[in-house]
């Protein structure tokens, strides 16, 4: 019997929704397919994107610690420097086993003309946090060593002596170079210390004491005011600061930076050569016997003419004739290296010479000056001794020469240098024995109509600087000038890592 219409109706749709569910059944497993799929290359990629995180900020830490390594170095070096005696010790850079933390460092030097360079290494490590082999960073850096300047040559007025009386100045001084006093510090009369120009910020007053400031003195002035004060024991004011304070004008009121003169052995100067025995054409000004004995009668280094040489090589030479002779001009002073002169050295108020070349006179004894020493550069009639034009400025013109004159020998009672009268010296002092009295005296001594015109450096003692001139500041000491030059640590380049 055939099939109805309706049956073979109801057949069809049957089959087809046989059909269309297997289509549906394979679909959704095709769909479940494709959603793992994600999901596994999601968590796939989530766990590699960890892991590189992971391993990502191991590497950060270790090169922290790599650089943290470079530190450490650096912290070890830094404290032997500023020396004067070797640029480098290989001790000085001492590794350790990686701490607990992980990092190491090493160093060495590499000499150089002047100084040399460190190259420092920083190694950090940690664990890899994904396991396998540890993380390591490796981070380098040079720092360079030069020599340099000894840091108190910047100072026109070196005072070392923190015991002592005060040092004093009044007269009419305009100082425009830093000033040191590891005591206290006095300021009257019209001394004036300001700034070489308007745009400058390079003078300071470094004052371990107490800084007073009296009569017309000033220091700074309001449209221009001083880089820095420091004055470890207040100033002369109700309150004690410095900024603020009547005659006080400067940028900053810092914290005294103490530093000092290198020792001054004169015997082993004494012994650098045998000074009786120098070669000399005509008479020798340095010594007669092999003995340091301050013995001979007092010079103004002006007698006949002489031209000596001394074994270390120091030179000193008086041309008193109307011509050049030796390369050196007439009526003028030769001074080159270090010297020695076992005995004082006095100027009357007729006495005066004019000098060149560049050295340090070493006097065994003490030093009274009432007429001239004019410097190169300026100005000089040798007629007439008050002559010097006063412009000898070893700041402004180093090329033109230098004399440094250091006193070792004042006794009780004796003032070491001594500046009176109308006396124009343009030269430095060194004083190494200011005065051992009691009560003590001004060690270093310019009162009167006294002109001094370069720097003043006292180991021991006081000074009382009443008379004129500005002080100067050397910036490089003259030939055989103490020794003070020092070796210094730069800024930290060339990082690496």
């Known amino acids: 019997m055939r099939p109805s219409l309706t049956q073979s109706f109801r057949s069809r749709v049957l089959a087809r929704l046989g059909d269309e569910r297997g289509i549906a059944l394979v679909m959704a497993l095709v769909i479940m397919l494709v959603l793992t799929i994600a999901l596994t290359t999601t968590i796939y990629f989530t766990s590699a994107s960890a892991s590189h995180a992971s391993r990502s900020n191991a590497g950060q830490k270790a090169y922290a610690l790599a650089e943290a390594g470079v530190n450490n170095a650096i912290s070890q070096i830094a404290p032997h420097y500023p020396n004067s005696t070797t640029p480098f010790d290989p001790s000085w850079v001492v590794g350790i086993p990686p701490v607990a933390y992980g990092t190491n460092w090493s160093g060495s030097f590499a000499p150089g003309p ?113 880089a820095w004060v420091a004055a470890g024991g207040g100033c002369n004011v109700a309150n004690g600061a410095c900024l603020g304070a009547s005659g006080i004008y400067a940028n900053s009121y810092g914290t005294f930076n103490q530093t000092a003169l290198p020792t001054i052995d004169m015997q082993a100067e004494y012994a650098k050569a045998n000074w009786s025995a120098a070669a000399c054409t005509g008479s020798n000004p340095f010594d007669t016997d092999t003995s ?146 009691s009560p003590p005296k001004a060690g270093f001594d310019s009162s009167a109509q006294s002109y001094l ?25 003259p030939a055989g000038a103490p020794s003070g030059n020092q070796y210094v640590l730069g800024t930290p380049r060339d990082f690496a890592g």
């Not at 540890?134 to 000894?150: E, F, N, S, Y």
């Not at 000089?380 to 070893?394: A, E, I, L, M, N």
């Not at 006292?458 to 600087?465: D, E, R």
């Open 114 to 226: 002047g100084g040399g360079t460190w190259s420092l290494t920083g190694t950090g490590t940690v664990r890899n946090p994904t396991g396998g082999a540890d993380i390591t960073r490796v981070v380098r850096a040079k720092v360079p060593v030069t020599l340099g300047p000894p840091p108190y040559v910047r100072y026109g007025l070196f005072m070392n002596d923190a015991v002592g009386g005060c040092t004093s100045m009044t007269g009419n001084n305009l100082i425009q170079v830093p000033v040191y006093a590891r005591g206290c510090l006095n300021l009257g009369g019209s001394v004036r210390i300001e700034e070489p120009t308007s745009t400058s910020a390079s003078v300071f007053v470094n004052v371990g004491g107490q800084l007073n400031v009296g009569g017309s003195a000033h220091i700074g002035t309001a449209p221009t005011p001083i």
């Open 292 to 437: 340091r004995t301050t013995m001979l009668p007092a010079t103004n280094l002006m007698s006949s003419s002489y031209d000596c040489t001394a074994s270390n090589g120091g030179r000193l030479a008086w041309n008193n004739t109307l011509g050049t002779v030796n390369s050196v001009p007439p009526k003028t002073l030769f001074v080159h290296g270090d010297v020695f002169l076992d005995r004082d050295l006095s100027f009357g108020s007729n006495d005066g010479l004019q000098y060149t070349g560049d050295g340090t006179i070493y006097v065994n004894g003490v030093v009274s000056m009432a007429g001239t020493i004019c410097g190169p550069g300026s100005s000089w009639d040798w007629t007439r001794t008050s002559s010097c034009g006063k412009t000898w400025s070893p700041l402004a013109v180093p090329s033109l020469g230098k004399l440094l004159i250091v006193v070792g020998n004042a006794q009780a009672q004796q003032q070491a240098v001594r500046l009176v009268s109308q006396a124009v010296v343009e030269a430095g002092f060194w004083v190494v024995n200011g005065n051992p009295g």
């Open 453 to 477: 015109g370069g720097s003043v450096f006292m180991q021991n003692g006081f000074a009382n600087l009443t008379g004129g001139g500005g002080l100067q500041a050397f910036i490089s000491l």
